[in-house]
């Protein structure tokens, strides 16, 4: 267990009500200096992608603009509504540029309000699991009870809130205008239903969370198997388990899961057409990224590129296979989806299963870019109190975590903006990233303690199912 703070210190740590003060005036001082900044640099602090969002919204706000009228089976000429996609780059679903119309007419920076809002919900979201269902769980010292135990509950939550909320990872891509926290505050209020148990409610969020971005999708698995284990009482890998996977319950979530999804999928193309379906979806079945990639696929893209005026069809097949999307899905979605139809068997555990899966979601992605580190660091403050590793430990994760990407980015730094041809050296510091993250996976999957098992304090998978 976490060493406790002595009983003065306790008393020094503001509440998380504090907190969540300190963390909005940050992030308004960011938004406004971001305001100052874009208008007197060259380089701007505001990221692309936010002013891609803004275009987008414009052109649903105007429809004559530029031609840009929706191409769904709706679209007339008396139901005009404008085409998002009509900004090149924009792959994202329309309702990320109808949430940020007030861009046009209220004001430009509405939407890092909304973002850095959704940082706030999050922290406060990431507070109630932690005092609600994570610390509760969670062995405490015998010599505190009563009213010390919920103040200690309520410091030590508010710390863990904190990792979360002055994160410079997760405030500045926030304040840069980056719409990741609003994908966050679905996950987290789709974690929370499940650690309720209130399945329907965890299914219908479940959907939303994969329309929105599509890799939420991997946790329905986990959802599964917590619901199929609680159905043969956690006995193992029995025929009545794999029956189960298939039952009543699990059959009713996966369509209650898969029909909103489908619902607000056949909305969005119904107004917006083949455009959103393609742009928000089929793009990243054959997304090439040979730049701006920690992936070690990006080496193979490089390599495999079309020369200009190619296709495809003119590379040998080893070349098409190398390139192939569908190739790296193999590694990815058999540990994703393989870890959480593995690891899930109680819903307290959820936090520490959807932390592995998205981690090796990640990690094996053929395009990873850092704000695709917020996806699983969201789930730490979580995972803490359950988790048995010393400072020294912890401090190595974070060394060897922050030190690859380092080493990464500074020979990214001489591809990028000196011009250099060091293709294959930074393909070579891919792999060290690799090697170097799956090793800070490892050593956290090595101290966690799951729930069933927190009084022998040995991981679960060490132990051998009956």
């Not at 809002?117 to 009563?146: E, F, Q, R, W």
């Not at 990464?408 to 050296?425: N, P």
Request: charged share 15%; net charge positive; proline share 5%.
């Amino acid at each position: 267990m976490q060493p406790k703070p002595s009983a003065a210190w306790q008393d020094r740590i503001p509440g998380f009500r504090t907190l969540l003060v300190i963390s909005a005036v940050l992030r308004v001082v960011l938004i406004l200096y971001s305001e100052w900044h874009d208008a007197h640099s060259i380089v701007k602090y505001t990221d692309i992608d936010y002013r891609v969002f803004s275009d987008a919204a414009r052109f649903i706000l105007y429809p004559n603009l530029q031609d840009n009228i929706a191409k769904g089976p709706l679209a007339s000429p008396s139901f005009a509504v404008g085409d998002p996609y009509t900004r090149e780059t924009y792959r994202y679903t329309p309702l990320l540029a109808v949430l940020l119309l007030p861009n046009e007419w209220l004001h430009p920076s509405f939407g890092k309000y909304l973002f850095t809002a959704c940082d706030l919900i999050n922290g406060a979201l990431i507070y109630k699991i932690l005092m609600s269902h994570t610390l509760p769980s969670t062995k405490s010292s015998p010599d505190v009870a009563g009213k010390n135990l919920e103040h200690s509950m309520r410091i030590h939550a508010t710390l863990l809130a904190a990792t979360h909320l002055l994160n410079p990872l997760v405030f500045t891509i926030s304040t840069r205008g980056s719409s990741e926290a609003i994908l966050c505050t679905f996950v987290l209020l789709t974690l929370l239903y499940a650690l309720e148990g209130r399945q329907n409610a965890t299914a219908v969020m479940l959907g939303i969370s994969a329309h929105w971005k599509i890799y939420p999708i991997i946790y329905g698995v986990s959802c599964i198997s917590v619901i199929t284990s609680q159905r043969v009482n956690g006995k193992g890998w029995d025929f009545a388990y794999l029956r189960s996977l298939v039952g009543r319950q699990a059959l009713c979530f996966a369509l209650l899961s898969a029909g909103t999804f489908v619902i607000l999928g056949a909305t969005c193309y119904a107004i917006w057409g083949y455009p959103f379906l393609y742009e928000a979806y089929l793009y990243h079945t054959d997304r090439r990224d040979h730049r701006h990639n920690f992936s070690p696929y990006f080496y193979l893209i490089y390599l495999t590129y079309p020369i200009s005026g190619g296709t495809s069809a003119d590379l040998s097949i080893w070349r098409q296979l190398l390139r192939s999307p569908f190739t790296s899905l193999i590694p990815q979605l058999t540990l994703s989806l393989g870890t959480g139809l593995v690891l899930g068997r109680l819903s307290a555990d959820l936090p520490f299963v959807w932390f592995v899966q998205t981690f090796t979601f990640v990690l094996f992605n053929r395009v990873c870019t850092s704000q695709y580190f917020i996806w699983y660091t969201l789930f730490i403050p979580l995972l803490v109190p359950r988790i048995n590793l010393s400072w020294k430990t912890w401090t190595m994760c974070g060394v060897v975590w922050m030190g690859t990407q380092a080493l990464w980015l500074a020979e990214a730094y001489k591809l990028e903006f000196l011009g250099d041809d060091v293709f294959f050296e930074l393909w070579v510091r891919s792999l060290i990233y690799v090697a170097g993250h799956a090793w800070v996976l490892g050593v956290i999957m090595s101290g966690y303690t799951f729930v069933c098992n927190q009084h022998t304090q040995t991981p679960a998978w060490r132990l051998k199912t009956e």
